[in-house]
């Protein structure tokens, strides 16, 4: 297959690159940086660049995996207009682009949890209410309705996914990275967000990679959308803790109690959708973060 990665050189477009590639399929990727990390054919372009639309014409793909938005849900606040151009807008220029160039490619978009904002039932399953709580999730739910606007009315074959909170190794922001950047601080503790009670459906970058691999071989591509996340809740303190030991080091989490602008308190997913599609994540937190923990120490070096 002919596959086109968005911000092939980000932590999803990346480990999708490097899954895909060994498969055997024949991979183009798209990010802003002059060079690729990567053995595949690499375009430089920013995608609202209109250069990009010329990638389309030239190479007929069977897929485009979108890892290109923003996946900052604390810009979103700051700059919303700049979170809702690379969510919202530039998904609305890849559809109208592979519309008008290259119909038949099917198109994998991520979306984002965030669209479930607060829950008040939980585990969070694909009809869950929509009740964002940033401009992130906003945006994310926007961007799906573009795929779906532009399945029904022109064809345009997609899968939307919902991820929760994906780690693993390359990913260089949220809670896991954090920890580690404080963990050289010259203090006893390490002070967090929050009052640790909060909970995160944490997922290994492997198994979401896996879970896009399910959704290209099984998916209807009707704009279909699924979670994607291990289906277990951890608490950020047990999450942090089991990061913290990994990395041999000693220091006391405290929280600060104060919470964070547009981020949810707790998420656990119901991944039955994706799980009869033939998916099954097979990386538990423990495992995966030991792996995280790893390369940590390899950054570090
Ligand atoms: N990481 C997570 O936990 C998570 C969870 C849910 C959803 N997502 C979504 O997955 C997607 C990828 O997230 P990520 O964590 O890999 O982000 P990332 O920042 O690591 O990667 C994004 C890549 O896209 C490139 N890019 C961004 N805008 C571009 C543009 N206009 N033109 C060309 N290249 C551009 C960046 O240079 C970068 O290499 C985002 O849409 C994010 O919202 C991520």
């Known amino acids: 297959m002919k596959i086109l990665v968005l911000g092939s050189e980000g932590f999803i477009g990346g480990h999708s690159v ?34 990009c639309a010329q990638v389309f014409k030239t190479v007929e793909f069977d897929y485009c995996i979108n890892a290109a938005g923003n996946g900052n849900v604390n810009i979103s606040v700051t700059q919303p207009e700049k979170d809702f151009v690379a969510n919202t807008q530039f998904t609305f220029q890849i559809l109208e682009t592979l519309r008008v160039y290259s119909p038949r490619c099917k198109y994998i978009h991520i979306s984002s949890a965030a669209v479930y904002g607060n829950p008040e039932v939980l585990p969070i ?54 920890v580690y950047m404080k963990s050289f601080q010259d203090s006893t503790s390490i002070e967090l967000w929050g009052g640790g009670e909060e909970a995160r459906d944490f997922i290994y970058i492997d198994d979401l990679i896996s879970a896009i691999d399910t959704i290209i071989k099984n998916s209807s591509m009707e704009a279909d959308i699924y979670n994607v996340a291990s289906g277990q809740m951890t608490f950020i303190r047990d999450a942090v803790a089991i990061l913290l030991q990994n990395l041999d080091n000693q220091k006391i989490i405290t929280f600060n109690g104060e919470s964070h602008k547009g981020n949810p308190i707790k998420w656990e997913a119901d991944i039955s959708k994706i799980t009869s599609l033939g998916f099954n994540p097979m990386v538990n937190l423990k495992e995966g973060v030991a792996k995280l923990a790893n390369w940590m120490k390899i950054q570090n070096n």
Request: aromatic share 18%.
């Open 18 to 51: 490097n899954h895909f590639h060994s498969k055997g399929n024949e991979i183009h990727g798209v990010d802003f940086f002059e060079k690729s990390n990567h053995q595949i054919f690499y375009h430089q372009y920013q995608l609202d660049d209109p250069g």
């Open 125 to 178: 399953n694909e009809t869950s209410p929509i009740q964002p709580v940033s401009p992130y999730g906003w945006h994310k739910f926007m961007s799906e309705q573009i795929c779906k606007e532009y399945f029904q009315l022109y064809g345009i074959q997609s899968a939307i996914i919902r991820p929760f909170s994906v780690y693993g190794p390359g990913l260089k922001k949220q809670i896991f990275w954090d």
